[in-house]
């Protein structure tokens, strides 16, 4: 049997951590996992900081379903692989067909032995949040903030900043370094994740007044503003049940709906977001 990428992680792992023989083959062994581990660590920080599949073998448990592959471009060539153009906007439904279905788990790629499948799923989700922070353009876009492996491990901090940030990457790539790559691993990328949403947050809920989208949707679409209609349709009851005449549209715009109108901002005035919301 041929294993590649994850379930070949896990059969190095398993057999460093079972063998109790030679110590210069022990020490072999554990280089292995070290250097298959490293390449499993390069793939999480591509995808999980900068969005993108480093991935020419379809090793990584993060893939791009096969019929949604970007067009390749001249110069755009990563590992001989397409790669995509995040200076590109991309239109309302585009974007919502690459958060639901260009990208997917696969199970069995997963190192089982390394990471969890709640964490793998925690992963998917991160790269495809900073895809989308990318193309708005704001992740990352501080001039003075550089994301490698050399920042400072020692005293970094653990809150949402972009220093934290810097160290959970260096903290990646230096994982199977430590005593216990595993807690690394799971500790890191729980932290990125953290740092994602908040910023996904803060341009969904904030930036792009989430909370007034939802407003609308409940007004017209769920009845929100009935009141609206039964005063309008009162109001102009009289008007509606006879032949309309040809001034028909301004009698109704300076009346009954006027007045239905002007109720409206009378109740919704002074109310905060979320009783309109109830």
Excluded at 106 to 119: D, R
Excluded at 173 to 195: T, Y
Excluded at 245 to 274: C, K, M, N, Q
Aim: hydrophobic share 45%; glycine share 8%; proline share 5%.
């Amino acid at each position: 049997q041929v294993l590649r990428g994850g379930p070949l992680l896990d059969f190095l792992w398993q057999a460093a951590a079972s063998f109790s023989g030679n110590s210069n083959l022990h020490s072999n062994l554990w280089r292995m996992v070290s250097g298959a581990g490293q390449v499993l660590a390069n793939q999480l920080v591509g995808w999980m900081i900068y969005g993108r599949l480093i991935d020419p073998q379809a090793e990584f448990f993060v893939g791009r379903v096969w019929d949604h592959q970007p067009h390749w471009e001249p110069g755009s060539a990563l590992f001989g692989l397409p790669i995509d153009n995040f200076s590109k906007p991309l239109g309302a439904m585009e974007a919502q067909r690459e958060w639901e279905s260009n990208f997917c788990l696969m199970s069995e790629k997963v190192p089982q032995l390394i990471i969890s499948l709640e964490s793998a799923k925690k992963v998917l989700f991160v790269g495809k949040a900073v895809r989308v922070l990318l193309r708005s353009g704001k992740w990352l876009s501080k001039p003075d903030v550089h994301v490698g492996i050399d920042a400072d491990l020692q005293g970094a901090p653990r809150d949402l900043t972009v220093a934290s940030l810097v160290s959970e990457v260096a903290l990646l790539h230096k994982s199977f370094d430590a005593k216990s790559p595993v807690h690394v691993l799971e500790h890191s990328v729980e932290a990125v994740r953290k740092h994602v949403a908040s910023e996904l947050r803060q341009l969904v809920v904030e930036e792009s007044n989430l909370v007034r989208h939802l407003e609308a949707l409940k007004g017209f679409y769920l009845l929100g503003y009935g009141d609206v209609f039964q005063t309008f349709l009162e109001a102009a009851r009289e008007l509606l049940s006879r032949r309309p005449p040809p001034d028909a549209e301004v009698i109704i715009s300076h009346g009954p709906w006027s007045l239905a109108v002007s109720e409206l901002e009378a109740a919704l005035e002074g109310r905060s977001s979320t009783e309109v919301l109830k």
